[in-house]
């Protein structure tokens, strides 16, 4: 996979209209993939992933929960992109809490 990719669970709204949300947004190319989906389930698999969240696959690598949303500002246009240097300033531990409590109840939304 040459592109850089969002894996998204196709199941759950909240996600499937954050990906529309952001590729409606994009100004660098990041290809939506469904997590369910052969090609997200292989994807997955080839980076030895099996935690439930969203996944970033930037420039090879992948990273997961609050580090993959806070990158996906990095392919949105300016008036987005700018909160990203921002959004670092929260510890990791702290925004990965906040990343889990909200995707605790993402399917009931």
Same mark, same amino acid.
């Given at each position: ?12 709204? @909240? ?28 994807? @997955? ?10 996944? @970033? ?53």
């Amino acid at each position: 996979m040459a592109k850089d990719a969002l894996l998204i669970d196709g199941l759950c709204a @909240l996600c499937t209209k954050t990906g529309s949300f952001i590729k409606n947004r994009q100004a660098k190319e990041l290809e939506l993939i469904e997590q369910n989906s052969d090609e997200g389930m292989r994807i @997955l698999e080839d980076h030895g992933i099996t935690i439930d969240s969203v996944v @970033l696959i930037r420039n090879g690598k992948a990273y997961t929960r609050s580090s993959a949303a806070i990158r996906c500002l990095l392919y949105m246009k300016w008036n987005w992109r700018w909160m990203y240097p921002f959004a670092w300033i929260i510890p990791l531990p702290i925004r990965d809490i906040a990343y889990i409590l909200i995707s605790k109840v993402r399917k009931k939304i």
